[in-house]
């Protein structure tokens, strides 16, 4: 059987009192006496419940932190990375995964809020209202969005300027040369997809270049999705020189659906992504992306929740940050500009 406070003390010569104070360093006691509880502590292997701390000192230096299941690295480069800078802090961390699911976002909710965590951090893939609005319920517990998700106002929010993102896009494109631009793009109704379509629409405007309706497709920021889209890229009766897609993954499906239909990247075919996922660096040929900067990412996150934490607020606030170009070797001057299939 685990030893208890009683234990401790009575090993000491003590009170419980004064082994809770010299534990938790909540009052002056004298050096002699500190010195027996620590050693009757060690004798008996004593643990202190972090539940009865927590209920002292009201913090369980545990932070929560809720993701919806997706393919893409990006997020398990991201959760990495926060829970890397946790530890550092001095914080656990407790991940759950939703599946985009409302019942399972509840259950989760409720369980982090029965252990006690100090705070959440949320990092939504999919819109889901109902999901959404149980996670706004929880006004008690302090929460950090990441990337995208609620944007009740009572939310500390981290974005990324995927407008500006699309916009550097699409001019280096144009800048090696390109008119002939496709653009994939993740799903309409995601912020980030939103955002990054208009950067390729301003980028094009600014350029005095015609949108060709055909080349512009939707999908679902996943390779499968990059694939299906080149697919249909492939069924047009004029090919694009170059494609903008809205992250790595869609890129790299389109990338091997064109190299299997043996069109040479990027001597025949430019292409762009957005995220900077790790994979990038190693496809063939290595892809120019955005960088999508996720340990910063992280970093914000934690510190924003922990000075939530610190000094509280009724007010949420919103933080962006700045993304910026990765050159390889998937982008090249076009050989022509009248290409047909």
């Given at each position: 059987?685990?030893?208890?406070?009683?234990?401790?003390?009575?090993?000491?010569?003590?009170?419980?009192?004064?082994?809770?104070?010299?534990?938790?360093?909540?009052?002056?006691?004298?050096?002699?006496?500190r010195?027996?509880?620590?050693?009757?502590?060690?004798?008996?292997?004593?643990?202190?419940?972090?539940?009865a701390?927590?209920l002292?000192?009201?913090?369980?230096?545990?932070?929560?932190?809720?993701?919806?299941?997706?393919?893409?690295?990006?997020?398990?480069?991201?959760?990495?990375?926060?829970?890397?800078?946790?530890?550092?802090?001095?914080?656990?961390?407790?991940?759950?995964?939703?599946?985009?699911?409302?019942?399972k976002?509840?259950?989760?909710?409720?369980?982090?809020?029965?252990?006690?965590?100090?705070?959440?951090?949320?990092?939504?893939?999919?819109?889901?209202?109902?999901?959404?609005?149980?996670?706004?319920?929880?006004?008690?517990?302090?929460?950090?969005v990441?990337?995208?998700?609620p944007?009740?106002?009572?939310?500390?929010?981290?974005?990324?300027?995927?407008?500006?993102?699309?916009?550097?896009?699409?001019?280096?494109?144009?800048?090696?040369?390109?008119?002939?631009?496709?653009?994939?793009?993740?799903?309409?109704?995601?912020?980030?997809?939103?955002?990054?379509?208009e950067?390729?629409?301003?980028?094009?405007?600014?350029?005095?270049?015609?949108?060709?309706?055909?080349?512009?497709?939707?999908?679902?920021?996943?390779?499968?999705?990059?694939?299906?889209?080149?697919?249909?890229?492939?069924?047009?009766?004029?090919?694009?020189?170059?494609?903008?897609?809205?992250?790595?993954?869609?890129?790299?499906?389109?990338?091997?659906?064109?190299?299997?239909?043996?069109?040479?990247?990027?001597?025949?075919?430019?292409?762009?992504?957005?995220?900077?996922?790790?994979?990038?660096?190693?496809?063939?040929?290595?892809?120019?992306?955005?960088?999508?900067?996720?340990?910063?990412?992280?970093?914000?996150?934690?510190?924003?929740?922990?000075?939530?934490?610190?000094?509280?607020?009724?007010?949420?606030?919103?933080?962006?940050l700045?993304?910026?170009?990765?050159?390889?070797?998937?982008?090249?001057?076009?050989?022509?500009?009248?290409?047909?299939?």
């Amino acid at each position: 059987m685990a030893a208890t406070i009683k234990d401790v003390a009575l090993h000491a010569g003590v009170s419980t009192t004064t082994v809770s104070h010299v534990l938790n360093e909540t009052r002056f006691v004298a050096e002699t006496t500190r010195e027996r509880v620590f050693k009757a502590s060690r004798e008996l292997n004593y643990a202190p419940s972090a539940v009865a701390r927590s209920l002292k000192v009201k913090t369980t230096k545990s932070l929560g932190m809720l993701v919806t299941t997706t393919l893409n690295p990006f997020y398990a480069e991201v959760v990495r990375e926060v829970e890397k800078y946790c530890y550092q802090q001095g914080y656990n961390l407790i991940l759950c995964n939703t599946d985009g699911d409302p019942t399972k976002t509840s259950s989760y909710l409720q369980m982090l809020a029965q252990k006690r965590v100090d705070g959440i951090l949320i990092m939504c893939t999919a819109y889901d209202d109902a999901q959404f609005q149980t996670i706004s319920s929880q006004r008690d517990l302090p929460m950090v969005v990441m990337d995208w998700g609620p944007t009740d106002a009572y939310l500390d929010r981290i974005q990324d300027n995927s407008f500006k993102g699309g916009l550097l896009a699409t001019q280096y494109l144009i800048d090696a040369g390109h008119r002939d631009i496709a653009y994939i793009g993740g799903p309409k109704e995601k912020l980030p997809a939103q955002q990054r379509i208009e950067g390729f629409r301003q980028a094009m405007a600014d350029a005095g270049i015609r949108i060709n309706p055909d080349w512009v497709l939707e999908s679902d920021f996943e390779c499968e999705g990059g694939q299906l889209a080149m697919t249909e890229l492939l069924t047009r009766d004029r090919l694009p020189t170059a494609i903008f897609a809205g992250n790595d993954m869609m890129a790299m499906g389109a990338m091997s659906v064109a190299q299997q239909r043996g069109l040479k990247i990027p001597e025949q075919l430019s292409v762009i992504g957005y995220d900077n996922i790790s994979f990038s660096a190693y496809f063939s040929p290595p892809l120019t992306t955005v960088n999508q900067p996720k340990e910063p990412l992280a970093k914000l996150a934690v510190s924003t929740l922990i000075d939530r934490l610190n000094t509280p607020r009724s007010e949420g606030k919103v933080m962006m940050l700045e993304p910026d170009l990765v050159i390889r070797h998937s982008v090249a001057a076009p050989a022509g500009q009248d290409r047909f299939l």
